[in-house]
């Protein structure tokens, strides 16, 4: 693995962030075209010659192309394609013959498909669910014909509603399906006996009986169904079958099958249940509020990365230990463990391209990756004992060595007060005027002050001035009084000479129609013309907008616009009710001409 | 292969492409589940374009029937912020299996999300029927609840949910409903609670930390702030806190330092702008903190507390028709504060329209009770005005007011505020002002006089203590500037 060229990666942009980086860069590829969860990698010395391997259930660009790949070093040393996505891969010993080489296994679907020597050596497939004795019941019915589609359909409902035990595919899809269907997919299938059967999420080991580092080991598999199988590792029957609340998705297990173990088991629901060997059923139960990424048990302490962007620890009864925030989103988590050293931590991918090793709450280490990290493994890979195997989102491989002088301490990451504590605040200059006005202020602030207010006391008063005659010369386009409440407001179109102006002419009122209502315009006559200087308003409905159109006439061809007043008025009063200014524009079309 | 063993179940050749369908004619149908571990995968690490083109081909195969793709679509849909369709797929899912207490959860929550309160509450209520020991279905009732001013009712789910299991959020859900009747004792008390079940969460920290500051009990209040701080080193609430804490001790270099992580935080934050001005006053940057003082209130501008504090820092820096205006604009928003028409007597003063300035003066007396400064100032003014009588009155007043300060606390006061009522006494012949001597020279907590502005916000309840203590002493400043007169008159009567 150390003698991997280092020529094609690409060491600038794989760089952790100190220059005394705790790692060697030993391989970059970002095409390796390799995307898999951290749940399906896995290293182990697979033909017994002391060159560990890495074994990648890899799911293809777009999850097309699922194939089993095993890597010597960065080489691909063969690659075998799979019939179904693979959920998870494991290695371990299944008896004690000697060579002692690992077998694989590889979850995928309803099966576990074990290889021996990189070959098929055996399949295990989930013993089918039990089928609801009523369904199967009335199929037997439409096989010998007594029973019509029409209520089958009736009765299938009807167990769907109630009972217990779910449906199976054939019988759900029936009730799918037109009437018109009905028939004919009762006689294709009718002679089939129906079943259920469930697929595996999630797949780990369990020492069977010794704690060694190379006894035999049971596989532990969870499943849609809700349940968690221990499966022994030579007859492959099942040995336990355990229930969970919800489906799992992430398995942790320690201690040994025939002894005591613990098994806790993160949930879709959001929970972690906590299990041991004598129990059918979840002894603990840790609620995260959150969905789990990720589950990895260091000594004693189960850690649980929530998509909330945080770790949390928790003891094996559920109480919570520590909580730490992370910049990102967590992707995935693997156990980095270093048996020299006897350390045990835990590694991290974060959506922002990061690798963040944390032992308990503490940061150890963090490594900046070009793209970012989908799954994580470490272990001894190739005749390296340290190595770091990583793939990122866009299917690229890193492999990294931890250097033999490496020692993780305590503050390796960050430490001490936020950056932005040295940034310095960015506080508004002032200019020099600024401060010849604040002394010029300093010298004649009274006289300011006098000045400003005689200035505001005559503003208020012409303000108030101003009011007082509108108010009594009905200038303003609202008319306020109790009888005629009436809004008006004016557009003006066109180039000119000729403009269509139109008056919106709203009555305010909550009911009372207004009637008798006349419009006059006031116009310079040396400027424009009217059709109609003057005209009636039709009944005046609540809330409704009238449009009054008119065509106004520019007779100047000096560019000059001038105002055009409009008054609306009550028949036989010469005040108006309100009034409107017009600034008319200036004519372009005779400018133009 | 070739050792094939010899279990009990049924096993064929394991090679990879071989066992497809091995029944002929009716064709096979495909598990319905058999990819939903791994949208789960994809939908916890938030791939939700990856999510969605497996839930798709998912569909198309089981025609619809994979309840969980379309759960996931739902909840992808949701955090898209397609509430409505989100909802429709959710009660999809609650058909296609009906006992399923978390579809109904999720049904209610879109309801929730939708505004529809009443709505979900009965959803969430079938729902308890299904699952009882869900804490989740009891805390979110409790929060519909809230949204429907039940408290009462509210109050009940959220300690039934805190029986089933204990949440954080459960108890800032139930501190959140004492904070609304305001009862801040029963607040405090869930809080403290909270902190003892989890002593890591920086938002249970700072909440209790700002209630403690809130009822004035800064020793507790800092340590909590400080223990938040520990744990979240840029929880901003907490710092700006903290941060107005240490201020009111003077420490303006240290709160600046920590003012400075906020300010990359969230750097249009009024409160924080003003604090920094605040600090800038302290240290006599008078220039700096007009700055951000006028920042603060660029962002904030209906905030009568930034214009109290630029009224103040522009009477420090005699721009008196300056302060006049932006004390002005604070009492149209707070006409109910002694000190802001006392600082705003002083700008007349300065600005020698005495007869407003009397007027100003009469208004603050009659609004305050408990600040002898005020009546100090204005036994000052009266009596440069030579009217010794009312002057006396004032005085008496303001005695008044000491010693029923002195009677409940042990409170230290600016000496040149002593010094000032010392000579007013010597000068109107009311004899020694026995009642500073005592109060002067023990002087134990340096904490300012006024509590006046704990009815404040959150967030910035020192900067404007700060503020206060400031406004005494500027005030004082500017009693002493009339002294001299004072003085001068003082000789031409003797």
Known sequence: MAAAPPSDFNGGKVESSEAGSKWLDAHYDPLASIHTFSACLALADLHGDGEYKLVVGDLGPGGQQPRLKVLKGPRVLTESPLSELPAAAVTFLKDHHEPRTPALALASGPCVYVYKNLRPYFKFSLPPLPVNPLEEDLWDQAKEDRIDPLTLKEM??????????????????????????????????????????????????????????????????????????????????????MKLPSVPAFLEVSGQFDVEFRLAAACRNGNVYILRRDSKCPKYCIELSAQPVGLVRVHKVLVVGSNQDSLHGFTHKGKRLWTVQMPAAILTMNLLEQHSRGLQAVMAGLANGEVRIYQDKTLLNVIRTPDAV??????????????????????????????????????????????????????????????????????????????????????????????????????????????????????????????????????????????????????????????RAFFKVPLLVPGLSYPLETFVESLSDKGISDVIKVLVLREGQSAPLLSAHINMPVSEGLAAA | ????????????????????????????????????????????????????????????????????????????????????????????????????????????????????????????????????????????????????????????????????????????????????????????????????????????????????????????????????????????????????????????????????????????????????????????????????????????????????????VHLTMQQYASAFHFLSAAINFQPKMGELYMLLAVALTNLEDTENAKRAYDKAVCLDKYNPLI??????????????????????????????????SSLEYDSEMVEMAQKLGAALQVGEALVWTKSVKDP???????????????????????????????????????????????KNLS
């Not at chain 1, 109630?162 to 004919?184: D, G, H, I």
């Not at chain 2, 036994?379 to 008044?400: C, F, H, I, P, S």
Request: net charge positive.
């Open chain 2, 444 to 490: 134990k907590s340096k904490q300012r006089t006024t509590s006046t502005s704990k009815a404040s916000g959150f967030q910035q309840p020192l900067g404007s203590n700060q503020a206060l203590g400031q406004a005494m002493s500027s005030a004082a400043a500017y009693s002493k500037l009339p002294s001299g007169k004072e003085r001068s008159q003082m």
């Open chain 2, 375 to 408: 009546n100090l100032n204005y036994a000052v003014l009266l009596y440069n005005q030579g009217e010794k009588r009312d002057a006396l009155t004032q005085y008496q007043e303001m005695e008044k007011k000491v010693n029923l300060l002195k009677d409940s």
């Open chain 1, 156 to 241: 299938l409902e009807g167990i769907r509603e109630k009972a217990e035990v779910p449906l199976s595919v054939q019988s759900l899809r029936f009730l799918q399906l037109e009437l018109s269907e009905m028939e004919a997919f009762v006689n294709q299938h009718k002679s089939k006996a129906i079943k259920r059967q469930t697929v595996i999420t999630t797949m780990t080991t369990l020492k069977k009986n010794l704690a060694d580092e190379d006894a035999v080991s049971c596989l532990v598999l969870g499943t849609e169904n809700r349940e968690l199988l221990v499966l022994d590792p030579e007859a492959f029957t099942t040995l336990a079958t």
């Open chain 1, 374 to 531: 989908t799954s994580l493994c470490f272990g001894r890979f190739g005749r390296e004992d340290n190595t770091l195997i990583m793939t990122t989102r866009g299917g690229g491989l890193i492999i990294k060595i931890l250097k033999r002088t490496a020692v993780f301490v305590e503050g390796g990451g960050e430490l001490g007060p936020p950056p932005a504590q040295a940034t310095k605040l960015s506080v508004p200059r002032k200019t020099r005027l600024y401060v010849d006005q604040t002394l010029r202020e300093r010298e004649a602030g009274t006289a300011m002050h006098r000045t400003f207010q005689t200035d505001l006391y005559l503003l208020r008063l012409r303000a108030a001035r101003a009011y007082v005659q509108a108010l009594e010369s009905s200038l303003s386009p609202v008319s306020a009084t109790a009888r005629e409440p009436l809004k008006l407001h004016a557009v003006v179109q066109g180039l000119g000479p000729t403009f269509k102006l139109t008056l919106h002419l709203q009555n305010t009122s909550a009911a009372r129609p207004l009637l008798g209502l006349l419009v006059c315009f006031l116009h310079n006559e040396a400027l424009y013309a009217l059709p």
């Open chain 2, 1 to 312: 292969m070739a050792e094939e063993r010899h279990p009990t179940r049924t096993q064929f050749p394991a090679s990879a492409e071989t066992q497809k369908p091995h029944l002929k004619k009716a064709p096979e149908f495909p598990i319905l589940e058999k990819q939903n571990w791994l949208i789960h995968l994809h939908y916890i690490r938030k791939d939700y374009e990856a999510c969605k083109a497996i839930i798709k081909q998912q569909l198309q195969e089981t025609q619809g029937l994979c309840e969980y793709a379309i759960y996931v679509q739902a909840l992808i849909f949701r955090l898209e912020g397609n509430i409505q369709e989100s909802l429709e797929l959710f009660q999809t899912c609650a058909v296609l299996s009906p006992q399923c207490a978390d579809n109904l959860k999720q049904v209610a929550r879109s309801l929730f999300l939708l505004g529809k309160h009443k709505a979900a509450t009965e959803v969430y209520n079938e729902a308890a029927k299904l699952n009882q020991k869900d804490w989740e279905i009891y805390h979110n009732l409790g929060v519909c609840y809230i949204y429907l001013k039940q408290f009462n009712k509210a109050q009940d789910q959220l300690h039934h949910a805190l029986q089933l299991n204990r949440h954080d959020l459960t108890y800032i859900m139930l501190g959140k409903i004492h904070l609304l009747v305001g009862d801040l004792d029963k607040a405090m008390e869930i809080y403290k609670k909270a902190v003892e079940f989890s002593p890591e969460n920086t938002e249970l920290l700072t909440t209790l930390g700002l209630l403690y500051l809130q009822v004035g009990i800064y020793q507790k209040a800092f340590e909590h702030l400080g223990n938040a701080l520990t744990y979240d080193p840029i929880n901003y609430k907490a710092i700006l806190a903290a941060g107005s804490m240490m201020q009111t001790h003077g420490d303006f270099d240290v709160a600046l330092t920590k003012y400075r992580v906020v300010a990359s935080a969230v750097p249009e934050s009024p409160p924080l702008w003003n604090n920094i001005g605040m600090c800038f006053f302290g240290k006599k940057k008078y220039v700096a903190a007009i700055s951000c003082l006028k920042r603060a209130n660029y962002l904030a501008p209906f905030d009568w507390k930034i214009l109290y504090n630029l009224g103040l």
